[in-house]
């Protein structure tokens, strides 16, 4: 059983950054697809960003060109670097890992962008 834990939420502005990590207690490599999902105020969860073991990226288009999710299997690590955030970008992330036999979540990190 792998545990994930997301850190580097917080409060932005908008036009900021911030950049989020899922560190995971074990080896992250038998995970063919690693997942940010976010939740906002009043919505449902939703799939934001998906990165393959191969390096393979997609971007649901509310931010595609603004974000960037990325792996590292040796530090068993995936990131979500949030660029020119908007205040519709206010949830908490998830971080998800899934192979065709499991399927692991973290507990969420708060993201807030108001000025």
């Known amino acids: 059983q792998v545990q994930l834990k997301e850190s580097g939420g917080g409060l932005a502005q908008p036009g900021g950054s911030l950049r989020l990590s899922c560190a995971a207690s074990g080896s992250i490599f038998s995970f063919n697809v690693m997942a940010w999902h976010r939740r906002s105020p009043g919505k449902q969860r939703e799939l934001i960003a998906t990165?393959?073991?191969?390096?393979?990226?997609d971007y649901v288009d509310a931010v595609k060109g603004r974000f960037a999710i990325s792996r590292d299997d040796v530090k068993n690590t995936v990131y979500l670097q949030m660029n020119n955030l908007k205040p519709d970008d206010t949830a908490v992330y998830y971080c998800?890992?899934?192979?065709?036999?499991?399927?692991?979540w973290g507990q969420g990190t708060q993201v807030t962008v108001s000025s």
């Open positions: 990165v393959t073991r191969s390096g393979s990226t």
């Open positions: 998800h890992a899934t192979n065709v036999r499991e399927s692991y």
